[in-house]
């Protein structure tokens, strides 16, 4: 294999695993303000892409995003409100199921709405024919958009955590949540906000990788498998470092398909989560007080 090859796959897994770093993004955020794995992570990027997909029909394309990407965090609240708020006080099995049933009610919802065709936003830049020449690797101009859009929501997190007062009271509830409501924070105010932040966040990257992609009703599920595990190999509750740990899935996963067959891509994942649970179950760049609002 020559130098541009390599330099081809490892921008492929670069691109793919800047999308599992923003899906572990999101699992981090609902985990820090609630301690819940939220299982219905990946059906939050569909949602958002199938809905952008469907309104670009009717308006162009950036307002189309833009109102996906509400919509889908206002689906983000009423699922806390409806399905976690009543029962926060149980135990984190039980909420895991609620999530992995939610997950399931929005993909069969999806079904029922969009059927099982396969659908795509158009390249925000050129078309499916453009390329970009880089050392003799050639790359879509999409690609520049996922990694820009990961950039992009890394950086505002920090900034909106660490300078806003909405995200230091995220930070607060974090931290100890009876001091957050003995400061007069309303936790579960934070607690909403924290799916509808997640829920926004999915619905972006599912619109910016939907070209590259395409989009189908049932693609929720391996995409969450994917982030929990950059999640876990990162560090829950550590935003930064799933940056970290999603690239290094992503280029995994491109090593072992230029090597493998194109099935074993999707063992990839799931052994390297496997031998994080056994051997550091705090995940690679655990830290002794790990929070994804400090990240």
């Given at each position: 294999?020559?130098?541009?090859?390599?330099?081809?796959?490892?921008?492929?897994?670069?691109?793919?695993?800047?999308?599992?770093?923003?899906?572990?993004?999101?699992?981090?955020?609902?985990?820090?303000?609630?301690?819940?794995?939220?299982?219905?992570?990946?059906?939050?990027l569909?949602?958002?892409?199938?809905?952008?997909?469907?309104?670009?029909?009717?308006?162009?394309?950036?307002?189309?995003?833009?109102?996906?990407?509400?919509?889908?965090?206002?689906?983000?609240?009423?699922?806390?409100?409806?399905?976690?708020?009543?029962?926060r006080?149980?135990?984190?099995?039980?909420?895991?199921?609620?999530?992995?049933?939610?997950?399931?009610?929005?993909?069969?919802?999806?079904?029922?709405?969009?059927?099982?065709?396969?659908?795509?936003?158009?390249?925000?830049?050129?078309?499916?024919?453009?390329?970009?020449?880089l050392?003799?690797?050639?790359?879509?101009?999409?690609?520049?958009?996922?990694?820009?859009?990961?950039?992009?929501?890394?950086?505002?997190?920090?900034?909106?955590?660490?300078?806003?007062?909405?995200?230091?009271?995220?930070?607060?509830?974090?931290?100890?949540?009876?001091?957050?409501?003995?400061?007069?924070?309303k936790?579960?105010?934070?607690?909403?906000?924290?799916f509808?932040?997640s829920?926004?966040?999915?619905?972006?990257?599912?619109?910016?990788?939907?070209?590259?992609?395409?989009?189908?009703?049932?693609?929720?599920?391996?995409?969450?498998?994917?982030?929990?595990?950059?999640?876990?190999?990162?560090?829950?509750?550590?935003?930064?470092?799933?940056?970290?740990?999603?690239?290094?899935?992503?280029?995994?996963?491109?090593?072992?398909?230029?090597?493998?067959?194109?099935?074993?891509?999707?063992?990839?994942?799931?052994?390297?989560?496997?031998?994080?649970?056994?051997?550091?179950?705090?995940?690679?760049?655990?830290?002794?007080?790990?929070?994804?609002?400090?990240?």
């Open positions: 294999m020559d130098f541009t090859q390599v330099l081809q796959y490892c921008l492929a897994g670069i691109t793919v695993g800047s999308v599992y770093a923003i899906v572990a993004i999101g699992f981090n955020i609902i985990y820090s303000a609630t301690g819940i794995i939220n299982f219905a992570q990946g059906e939050f569909i949602v958002g892409a199938m809905t952008a997909v469907s309104l670009h029909h009717y308006m162009p394309l950036p307002m189309a995003v833009l109102l996906a990407v509400a919509i889908t965090a206002v689906l983000g609240g009423l699922v806390e409100l409806v399905f976690i708020r009543r029962v006080d149980a135990s984190v099995l039980r909420l895991i199921v609620i999530t992995i049933g939610v997950s399931i009610l929005l993909r069969e919802g999806m079904l029922h709405v969009w059927d099982e065709q396969v659908r795509g936003l158009p390249y925000f830049t050129g078309t499916s024919l453009s390329t970009i020449g050392m003799g690797a050639r790359i879509s101009p999409q690609v520049l958009w996922v990694l820009g859009v990961c950039t992009v929501i890394v950086t505002a997190l920090t900034l909106f955590f660490k300078l806003t007062l909405t995200g230091r009271a995220m930070r607060a509830c974090a931290d100890d949540r009876m001091a957050a409501r003995l400061c007069g924070i936790d579960s105010r934070m607690v909403t906000l924290s509808m932040l829920a926004a966040i999915g619905a972006l990257a599912g619109c910016v990788i939907s070209p590259l992609t395409q989009t189908q009703y049932d693609m929720g599920a391996p995409l969450a498998i994917k982030g929990f595990t950059v999640a876990i190999l990162g560090g829950l509750g550590n935003s930064m470092a799933a940056v970290v740990a999603g690239l290094l899935l992503g280029l995994l996963e491109t090593l072992a398909v230029s090597q493998l067959p194109v099935a074993y891509k999707e063992v990839v994942s799931i052994v390297v989560l496997l031998l994080v649970l056994i051997f550091r179950p705090s995940g690679l760049f655990a830290r002794r007080e790990t929070s994804a609002l400090r990240a």
